[in-house]
């Protein structure tokens, strides 16, 4: 019955000219407060529309150490040599910061330098905790997108996107690809903060 005078409002509001219809909040709950649909879930696989496994969604070291990622994981984690001389006056600074990151099971560039990016955090002692990686998906009707939305807001263009935050602002981002490697890109960015 609450779904059906929903539905009511929301065709009065229509008709109104009111482009915006949100559910109404249960009594005693305000609608910024409403839980979400359904909670994420960490290394979800789905099967693609080229009938490929990729994840959705939150994913972490687990997820893409798993059967259908590390063949290109290990190889690109294990083969990448951290360029050391130009983080080292950095490196207590990249613990400092919180990391998010947008990437894609199914796209190169993610293959590529998410590996190198987990390396150079190993590197750094980076604590996991600080780490969200957002897998997106890859079909036509669901592009670069999450299925609980965690992309909204942020603005993914290309994969991977590396946000680096410092007290919750944006002090940087890295898309697609470094302009000269991730090391120096990152040097660049924390070079405004200072140094250890």
Known sequence: MR?????LLCSA?????????????????????????????????ISSHEGMPIMVGPINRQGLLGDNYRQWFTPN?????????????????????????????WC???QGQVPQFYRILDWAGYPDKNLRVISLDNHPDRYKKAPNGE????MIESVPTFIFLKDGREIGRIVEYPSASLEKDMASMFAALGRD
């Not at 984690?77 to 600074?93: E, N």
């Not at 992309?151 to 942020?154: I, L, S, V, Y």
């Open 151 to 154: 992309e909204a807001g942020w």
């Open 3 to 7: 779904f059906l005078h929903f539905i």
């Open 108 to 110: 190169e560039d993610s």
């Open 13 to 45: 509001l229509s008709l109104a000219g009111t482009s915006s219809c949100q559910r109404p909040a249960t009594p005693g709950q305000s609608a910024a407060t409403l839980p979400a649909q359904k909670p994420a879930t960490m290394n979800q696989e």
């Open 77 to 105: 984690y294990d083969a990448y040599k951290v360029d050391t001389t130009t983080l080292l006056p950095y490196k207590k600074t990249i613990k400092g910061l919180d990391v998010l990151v947008f990437m894609g099971t």
